[in-house]
Protein backbone atom coordinates (compact mmCIF):
# COMPACT_ATOMS: atom_id res chain seq x y z
CA UNK A 1 0.00 0.00 0.00
CA UNK A 2 1.29 3.45 -0.87
CA UNK A 3 -0.19 6.85 0.95
CA UNK A 4 0.58 10.47 0.03
CA UNK A 5 -0.64 13.93 -0.37
CA UNK A 6 -0.76 16.20 -2.72
CA UNK A 7 -1.35 19.13 -0.23
CA UNK A 8 1.33 18.62 2.55
CA UNK A 9 4.84 19.41 2.10
CA UNK A 10 4.08 22.13 -0.96
CA UNK A 11 7.05 24.35 -2.07
CA UNK A 12 6.30 27.26 -4.29
CA UNK A 13 9.75 28.48 -6.30
CA UNK A 14 10.23 31.32 -7.73
CA UNK A 15 11.74 30.28 -10.64
CA UNK A 16 10.58 26.66 -12.14
CA UNK A 17 7.72 24.36 -11.11
CA UNK A 18 8.71 21.83 -7.87
CA UNK A 19 8.24 18.63 -8.77
CA UNK A 20 8.06 15.76 -6.69
CA UNK A 21 8.20 11.94 -6.73
CA UNK A 22 5.08 11.31 -4.55
CA UNK A 23 5.32 7.20 -4.47
CA UNK A 24 6.37 4.38 -7.11
CA UNK A 25 3.83 1.65 -7.86
CA UNK A 26 4.62 -1.43 -10.06
CA UNK A 27 3.02 0.25 -12.99
CA UNK A 28 3.51 4.32 -12.22
CA UNK A 29 5.32 7.06 -10.87
CA UNK A 30 3.14 9.24 -9.35
CA UNK A 31 4.63 13.11 -9.29
CA UNK A 32 3.10 16.11 -8.07
CA UNK A 33 4.05 19.36 -9.84
CA UNK A 34 3.62 22.77 -7.96
CA UNK A 35 3.40 25.98 -10.32
CA UNK A 36 2.94 29.58 -9.56
CA UNK A 37 1.26 31.85 -11.53
CA UNK A 38 3.29 32.88 -14.97
CA UNK A 39 5.45 29.54 -14.87
CA UNK A 40 6.09 27.05 -17.89
CA UNK A 41 7.12 23.59 -18.82
CA UNK A 42 8.54 24.42 -22.13
CA UNK A 43 7.57 22.45 -24.99
CA UNK A 44 8.65 18.89 -24.70
CA UNK A 45 7.56 14.96 -24.75
CA UNK A 46 7.10 12.01 -23.11
CA UNK A 47 8.30 8.65 -24.54
CA UNK A 48 5.94 6.60 -22.57
CA UNK A 49 1.79 7.84 -22.00
CA UNK A 50 0.95 10.04 -19.64
CA UNK A 51 -1.82 11.27 -17.58
CA UNK A 52 -2.71 14.83 -15.77
CA UNK A 53 -4.26 15.79 -13.23
CA UNK A 54 -5.20 19.36 -12.39
CA UNK A 55 -6.02 19.21 -8.59
CA UNK A 56 -5.66 23.41 -7.98
CA UNK A 57 -5.44 26.16 -9.98
CA UNK A 58 -5.61 26.67 -14.05
CA UNK A 59 -3.05 25.57 -16.82
CA UNK A 60 -3.30 26.62 -20.03
CA UNK A 61 -2.36 23.39 -22.07
CA UNK A 62 -0.45 23.17 -25.31
CA UNK A 63 -1.09 20.07 -27.74
CA UNK A 64 -1.12 20.13 -31.49
CA UNK A 65 -0.41 23.75 -32.06
CA UNK A 66 -3.78 23.74 -30.01
CA UNK A 67 -4.20 25.73 -26.44
CA UNK A 68 -6.59 23.67 -24.02
CA UNK A 69 -8.04 25.32 -20.90
CA UNK A 70 -7.68 22.39 -17.69
CA UNK A 71 -9.37 23.91 -14.43
CA UNK A 72 -9.09 22.05 -11.09
CA UNK A 73 -10.64 18.90 -11.55
CA UNK A 74 -9.59 18.61 -15.07
CA UNK A 75 -7.75 15.12 -16.37
CA UNK A 76 -6.20 14.91 -19.82
CA UNK A 77 -4.33 12.03 -21.15
CA UNK A 78 -1.58 11.51 -23.93
CA UNK A 79 0.00 8.69 -25.89
CA UNK A 80 4.05 8.34 -25.74
CA UNK A 81 5.92 11.32 -27.87
CA UNK A 82 3.04 13.74 -28.31
CA UNK A 83 4.67 17.42 -27.75
CA UNK A 84 2.89 19.55 -25.36
CA UNK A 85 3.48 22.58 -23.01
CA UNK A 86 2.23 24.01 -20.16
CA UNK A 87 1.31 27.50 -18.39
CA UNK A 88 0.53 28.24 -15.48
CA UNK A 89 -2.30 30.55 -15.02
CA UNK A 90 -3.16 30.52 -11.24
CA UNK A 91 -0.77 28.98 -8.63
CA UNK A 92 -1.20 25.25 -9.17
CA UNK A 93 -0.78 21.56 -8.27
CA UNK A 94 -0.35 19.15 -10.86
CA UNK A 95 -0.47 15.27 -10.79
CA UNK A 96 1.48 13.35 -13.04
CA UNK A 97 1.38 9.93 -13.16
CA UNK A 98 4.46 8.55 -15.83
CA UNK A 99 5.27 4.75 -16.56
CA UNK A 100 7.73 3.55 -14.28
CA UNK A 101 10.20 3.00 -17.11
CA UNK A 102 9.98 7.04 -17.54
CA UNK A 103 12.59 8.76 -15.84
CA UNK A 104 11.62 12.04 -12.92
CA UNK A 105 14.75 13.91 -13.96
CA UNK A 106 13.31 14.68 -17.88
CA UNK A 107 10.49 16.16 -16.10
CA UNK A 108 13.20 18.35 -13.43
CA UNK A 109 14.64 19.14 -16.64
CA UNK A 110 11.94 20.23 -18.86
CA UNK A 111 12.93 23.92 -18.75
CA UNK A 112 16.39 23.51 -18.40
Not at 94 to 103: K, N, Q
Request: glycine share 4%; charged share 25%; with cysteine.
Amino acid sequence: MNIASLVDQITYQENKPTVTVLFKTETTKEIRIVMKKGQTMKEHQAPYPIVIEIFEGSINFGVNNEKKLLNKGDLIALNANILHDLTCLSDCIIRLSLSIYDSVERVKNVNN
